[in-house]
């Protein structure tokens, strides 16, 4: 990680109030893709991780039966509970919570572990440990939506901020959710820079290393 935890919290509470405003169509296919690729059930509890403003929380409660929603920024979780509230949805918990740490009770069942465009700040070894962590929730499924080289990317248009950001290749992403026993389902590409991957248990592609379409 290029800035302590500490720094990157202060750094998205003072762009909070204009978060959504400034997301890319990028950012924006992605969540879109995150957020069709989850589906859960009435039945089901989401773990969002690197919530934000709520984006992909926000939009997946009506279908779950519980979402917490965990982030780092007061700022930014301060918006998703905004929103949370005028969309009348009680059953989304914005609450502090690191990739490392979600800080959710022991005895809690998650289904579903869903984030987008977060994942990058990490340096690799601790998106390894990231991954460890969302697997050792019992999840069946996590959609991670985020800045991934597919090539090398092109050092004249990066698609983030070199300062802030440390994005893994793909498949270093891929390989660390094989390492924790889940099948890689989907890759899909929605730009040279960002990927969308599904990750479930006991199941895997048709075509290994194949990139799938959109769900249907």
């Known amino acids: 990680m290029k800035k302590t935890v ?7 509470s003072e762009m909070a109030d204009a978060y959504d405003d400034s997301k890319s ?3 924006h296919a992605c969540a879109s893709l995150v957020i069709e690729y989850a589906d859960p059930s009435a039945a089901d509890t989401v773990l969002d991780l690197g919530a934000g403003t709520g984006a992909i929380a926000l939009a997946l409660a009506p279908d779950a039966e519980r979402v917490l929603a965990r982030d780092i920024s007061e700022g930014m979780m301060d918006e998703g509970r905004r929103k949370a509230e005028e969309a009348g949805l009680s059953n989304v918990e914005f609450a502090y919570g690191e990739f490392r740490d979600p800080e959710i009770d022991p005895d809690q069942r998650v289904d579903v572990v869903t984030s987008n465009f977060a994942l990058h700040h990490l340096a690799d070894d601790e998106k390894r440990e990231a991954i460890r962590v969302m697997a050792a929730t019992g999840a069946r499924r996590v959609v ?10 092109d050092p004249a248009a990066p698609f983030y901020g070199p300062e ?15 390492d924790e026993g889940f099948a890689v389902t989907t890759v899909e590409r929605v730009h040279d820079q960002v990927a969308v991957i599904v990750a479930e248990r006991g199941q895997a592609l048709s075509e290994p290393g194949a990139e799938t379409g959109g769900p249907e």
């Open 25 to 27: 169509d990028e950012y």
């Open 164 to 178: 802030v950001d440390d994005p893994a290749t793909v498949g270093t992403l891929v390989e660390a959710f094989t």
């Open 144 to 153: 991670l939506g985020d800045v991934a080289f597919f090539e090398e990317p």
């Open 6 to 12: 500490e720094e990157h919290a202060a750094r998205f």
